[in-house]
C-alpha cells in the first residue's frame, strides 16, 4: 500500500487504498471414536472458531480531531474525515469507511453407528451456535467535500458560480472551505444463531439384488436474536399511524415494530421441518441395474438484520450565497443527529421507505427425486440414463407492499385512450393532507402532491418493502445421460449430456402483479443444454524401437475435450409489450431478433411503426427498428409502468449463437528410477480459435438493437482465443 501513498498525510492513503485488512482465524476440534463393540461405534466431534475480520483505514476509532483544528463537540465518535475533490483530484479515505465483525461458532456432532443382520443403522445430530458481531461500515466522519465555488473569480463580491471557469478545489482546501459534510452513525450488531439436527439413516440390503436407503432428518435453525433488539420485527399494516391525529380526510394505517425482551425473533420460528429420505438401488440383470431416490432438504439461510431507526446520517450543502456557512473548525456547531432506535415505534421513518422481514417467513425447502437406468453392453460399454427433478419452494422474494389496488391498473394492447385518461388522472397534481407534518427530507412535505400517492395503502410511508417472503418457487427437470468406454487398445471414451430447464416464479412482473400476488412464470435465461466427450489415446511404446524413438515417439498420451452448450436467452427489450413474432428469419449477428417496434402516442394513443434510420455519412444505422429485414412488428412500447399491466416474458424465445470449443492436451511421463518421474504436458485451450461473442443489444431504437455487434459495427470476442502453455516437473 506504500507506493499509494505517495504525496498523501503520513498513514493515511487515497480512496479506496490505504486500509489494512485482519483475517485471524484461530480454532480447534476435538474427535472421540468409542468402539462399544465390533457392530457399534460412536463418533463424538466438537469445534470451535473464532474468525475476527476488519478492514480497518487509519482513523477508523478515536482519531484526535484536533490535530486537525477540527472540534469534536458535539460528536459521538471520532474518526479521520475523509477528503474529495472536484475537478479529479485524488481524494482521502475516510477513517470509518472500514467494517470490523467477529464470528464465533461453536460445533457438536454425534453419530452412532449400528450394525445388525443386513441393516446399517446411523444415529446423529449435529448442532451449531453462531456468535457474530458486525459494523459495517464503521461510526463516525463521511467526507469534506471541496469543489471551486468558494475560489471562483467574484465568488464574494458577486455570487458562488459567477465564474465555473475559475477556481480550484485545491485552493478551496487549503483555505479549509467544504462545500459539503457529511457524518455516520451506523449500528453494531451482537447477533446469534441456534442450528440443530437429529437424523435417523438406515442402509438396508434387503438382498443381493436390492438395495434401501431410509432416513429421516429435522432441522431448527433459529431466526437471528440481536443482543440489544435491534432489529425491525413487522410492519403493523393495521395499525393506526401516530400521523392520523393531525390528518383529516385521509386514512393512515401502518408502522414499524420492533423486537424486545418478550419477543427476541424478528420473525416466528419454523419448527416443523422434518425431511425424509428415500433411495433403492435394484439390480434387475446381471448387466442392468435401476435406481431412484426422493429427499427433502431444508436451506440454511442468513437473513440480514433490518435495523431502521438505529442508523442516521447528517449531511448538508455548506454554502450560502457567496460565503461557507460553517468551518472547517467546527463543521457541526449544532452536533449531528443521533438515532432514535425503536423509541418512535410507529412513527419510525415516516415520509421514507422503509422494510421489514416476511412475519410468516419460514426456511427455504427442496424436493428432489431422481430415476435412472444404468445398461452395460457388450465390449464394457456403459450407458445411463437418468431424470432428474427438484421442486425448492418458499424462496425468498422482495417487494414493495405499498402499491396501488387493482382497480388503478389498465393493461392491453387497444385501449390506449382509456389507459392515457388513468395515468393523467392519477398522475394530476391535488392538494397534499399530509404537507409539513413531516420531519426531514421527503417530498410527501409539499402542498401538492400526485393523486396516485394519496391512493397508496400506507401513503405516510415511499415504498415498503417485505423481504425474504417465503413465495418463491423453482422447478427443475433434467435428463442427463452419460457413455463411458473403459480403456482397450489404448483408447477411452466418456460423455455426457445434459438437458434441463428451469422455471422462475420468484418475482413479480410489475406493480399490478404485486398487488394481485401473482408471481412470474419465466424460463430461467441461462443455457439448457450441456454436453462433453473426452477420451484418451495412448500412443504404443515402440518398445524394439531404439532408445532415442521410444523417448520422442514412444508413450505419449493425447486427451481431446470437446464442449458442447447452447446459448442464454435473449431479454425483453424494457417497457414494452410483445405484440408478434420476435424470431427473426435468417438470423445474423446483425440482426438476432426481430427489431421492427412501434410506439404510442403519449396524448392520441395513435399508434405508429418506427422506422430504422441509416447514416448517410457511415452507411450504419443510426436508429434500428422496421425495415426491410424485419417488417413486421414484434414489440410495441408500454405508456407507463407504473399504472399498466405487464403480460409478457421477460426473455424472448431467441437464444445468442454459442459455438462448441475444442480443447486437448499431450503430455508424457519418464520414469528416472523408483519412486521419481519426469513429466512434460502440454495443453492447449480453444485448438480452432473458434470466436463466440456476446448477446445483441436490447436497447430499443438504438443504433445496434438487435445486433451483437458495437454502433460501429464491430464484434467483440467474448471467450479466449487460442491458448496453449507447456509444463514440466518431477514427481517424487
Known amino acids: 500500500m506504500n507506493r499509494w501513498r505517495e504525496g498523501f498525510p503520513k498513514g493515511f492513503g487515497p480512496t479506496g ?87 464465533t461458532t461453536g460445533s457438536l456432532e454425534e453419530i452412532l453407528t449400528k450394525t445388525f443382520g443386513h441393516h446399517t443403522v446411523r444415529f446423529g445430530f449435529e448442532g451449531n451456535l453462531i456468535r457474530y458481531n458486525v459494523q459495517n461500515p464503521q461510526s463516525g466522519f463521511g467526507a469534506f467535500s471541496f469543489d471551486r465555488r468558494f475560489t471562483q473569480l467574484n465568488s464574494v463580491n458577486v455570487g458562488i458560480g459567477s465564474d465555473p471557469n475559475s477556481g480550484d478545489p485545491m485552493a478551496s482546501l487549503l483555505l479549509g472551505d467544504f462545500s459539503g459534510a457529511s457524518y455516520n452513525i451506523t449500528p453494531a450488531y451482537a447477533l446469534q444463531q441456534i442450528y440443530m439436527a437429529p437424523f435417523v439413516q438406515d442402509d438396508w440390503r434387503v ?35 401516530p400521523l392520523q391525529s393531525s390528518v383529516v380526510g385521509l386514512t393512515l394505517n401502518g408502522g414499524l415494530q420492533y423486537t424486545g425482551s418478550s419477543n ?26 435401476v435406481r431412484a431416490g426422493f429427499g427433502i432438504i431444508y436451506f440454511n439461510t442468513l437473513e440480514t438484520p433490518i435495523g431502521t431507526g438505529f442508523s442516521q ?37 415516516l415520509g421514507q421507505g422503509v422494510s421489514f422481514i416476511d412475519p410468516h417467513h ?62 393523467t388522472n392519477l398522475t ?36 415498503v418493502t417485505e423481504q425474504y417472503s417465503s413465495i418463491g418457487t423453482a422447478p427443475y427437470n433434467a435428463l442427463q445421460v452419460q457413455v463411458s468406454k473403459p480403456m482397450r487398445h489404448g483408447f477411452s471414451i466418456q ?137 413486421n412488428p414484434a414489440f410495441r412500447q408500454r405508456l407507463n409502468t407504473t399504472f399498466t399491466i405487464q403480460t409478457n416474458s421477460t426473455v424472448l424465445p431467441v437464444r445468442q449463437h454459442i459455438h462448441s470449443l475444442l480443447d486437448a492436451s499431450l503430455f508424457k511421463t519418464f520414469a528416472i528410477r523408483e519412486g521419481m518421474s519426469f513429466e512434460i504436458r502440454g495443453e492447449f485451450f480453444n485448438i480452432l480459435n473458434t470466436a463466440n461473442f456476446g448477446g445483441p443489444s436490447t436497447s430499443l431504437g438504438a443504433a445496434n438493437f438487435g445486433s451483437v455487434a458495437s454502433t460501429s459495427g464491430l464484434l467483440t470476442q467474448i471467450n479466449d482465443p487460442r491458448i496453449g502453455q507447456l509444463t514440466a516437473r518431477i514427481n517424487f
Open 17 to 103: 487504498f490505504g486500509y489494512n485488512v485482519y483475517r485471524n482465524n484461530r480454532g480447534g476440534s476435538l474427535d472421540d471414536v468409542q468402539q462399544f463393540s465390533s457392530s457399534m461405534v460412536l463418533d463424538s466431534r466438537f469445534g470451535l472458531v473464532f474468525h475476527p475480520f476488519g478492514l480497518a483505514y487509519p482513523g477508523n476509532v478515536g482519531y484526535d480531531l484536533s490535530a486537525l483544528g477540527i472540534s469534536g463537540t458535539g460528536l459521538p465518535y471520532t474518526s479521520f474525515p475523509g477528503e474529495s475533490s472536484s475537478d479529479g483530484y485524488a481524494g482521502l479515505a475516510p477513517g470509518a469507511g472500514g467494517q470490523v465483525s467477529e464470528d
Open 207 to 241: 438382498n443381493n439384488k436390492l438395495t434401501l436407503n431410509l432416513g429421516i432428518r429435522y432441522d431448527y435453525e433459529s431466526p437471528f436474536t440481536e443482543r440489544y433488539n435491534k432489529q425491525v420485527s413487522n410492519f403493523c399494516t393495521t395499525c393506526t399511524s
Open 264 to 289: 427476541r425473533y424478528p420473525y416466528p420460528r419454523d419448527l416443523n421441518n422434518i425431511q425424509p429420505r428415500l433411495g433403492a438401488a435394484y439390480q434387475v440383470t446381471p448387466g442392468t441395474v
Open 313 to 349: 446520517s447528517t449531511s448538508y450543502t455548506n454554502t450560502s450565497n457567496s460565503a461557507p456557512t460553517n468551518t472547517l473548525s467546527n463543521p457541526f456547531p449544532s452536533g449531528v443527529v443521533l438515532p432514535t432506535g425503536s423509541s418512535l415505534g410507529l412513527a419510525t421513518s
Open 362 to 423: 419460514v426456511q427455504p425447502k427442496s424436493a428432489q427425486y431422481t430415476a435412472s437406468v444404468q445398461q452395460q453392453f457388450p465390449g464394457n460399454l456403459a450407458l445411463q440414463i437418468a431424470y432428474v427433478g427438484a421442486r425448492p419452494t418458499r424462496l425468498e422474494v422482495n417487494h414493495n407492499i405499498n402499491v396501488l389496488p387493482a382497480q388503478y391498473y389498465l393493461g392491453g394492447t387497444n385501449n390506449y385512450a382509456a389507459q392515457i385518461a388513468n395515468i
Open 428 to 463: 394530476t397534481t391535488v392538494a397534499n393532507p399530509m404537507a409539513g407534518k413531516f420531519s426531514g427530507t421527503t417530498s410527501l412535505n409539499n402542498a401538492t402532491i400526485q393523486r396516485y400517492l394519496l391512493l397508496l395503502p400506507f401513503p405516510e410511508f415511499g415504498s
Open 495 to 631: 460423455g455426457n449430456f445434459t438437458w434441463d430447464k428451469v422455471m422462475l416464479h420468484n418475482g413479480y412482473l410489475d406493480n399490478y402483479a404485486a398487488t394481485t400476488g401473482h408471481l412470474d412464470s419465466v424460463q430461467d435465461g441461462n443455457p439448457t443444454m450441456f454436453g462433453n466427450i473426452f477420451g484418451i489415446y495412448e500412443f504404443p511404446k515402440f518398445a524394439k524401437r531404439p532408445l532415442y524413438e521410444r523417448l520422442l515417439i514412444g508413450g505419449w498420451q493425447l486427451q481431446p475435450v470437446a464442449r458442447l452448450t447452447n446459448g442464454p436467452l435473449v431479454g425483453v427489450p424494457g417497457s414494452i409489450d410483445i405484440v408478434g413474432n420476435p424470431v427473426q428469419g435468417n438470423q445474423s449477428y446483425t440482426r438476432t431478433f426481430n427489431t421492427c417496434y412501434q410506439t404510442v402516442n403519449s396524448t392520441t394513443g395513435a399508434i405508429a411503426n418506427a422506422n430504422t434510420v441509416i447514416s448517410s455519412t457511415t452507411g450504419l444505422p443510426t436508429s434500428t427498428a422496421c425495415d426491410a429485414q424485419s417488417p
